[in-house]
Nanobody, 120 residues
């Protein structure tokens, strides 16, 4: 299973970016998809996640500014980020909690990361 993330870049404070991630390969079902981020010198932290049923969970830093969505048919997850702040600068990683077959166990897969820089 491979995850391909895209959409990072440089944006001014107050601006918006939309990150996208597509999962491919032998997938029976994706239980949860989401985004983590890692800023320089800091640990990786959860940003947002969404279940197959559409239930969402946001970190406090994302609440009210970021929106996560997914297409369970296409196995994609997007993160719309608004009102970006310099503190949002980080490498953003998408992940997927995947069952590769009906009888397999769940396993996390990670994308390669996409850099978001918020700066004037």
């Amino acid at each position: 299973v491979q995850l391909q993330a895209s959409g990072g870049g440089l944006v001014q404070p107050g601006g918006s970016l939309r990150l996208s991630c597509a999962a491919s390969g032998p997938i029976f079902t994706i239980v949860v998809m989401g985004w983590y981020r890692q800023a320089p010198g800091k640990q990786r932290e959860l940003v947002a996640q969404i279940t197959a049923e559409g239930s969402t969970n946001y970190a406090d830093v994302a609440q009210g500014r970021f929106t996560i969505s997914r297409d369970s048919v296409k196995n994609t997850v997007d993160l719309q980020m608004n009102s970006l702040k310099p503190d949002d600068t980080a490498v953003y990683y998408c992940y997927a909690d995947v069952k590769r077959s009906r009888f397999s166990t769940r396993r996390d897969y990670w994308g390669q990361g996409t850099l978001v820089t918020v700066s004037s």
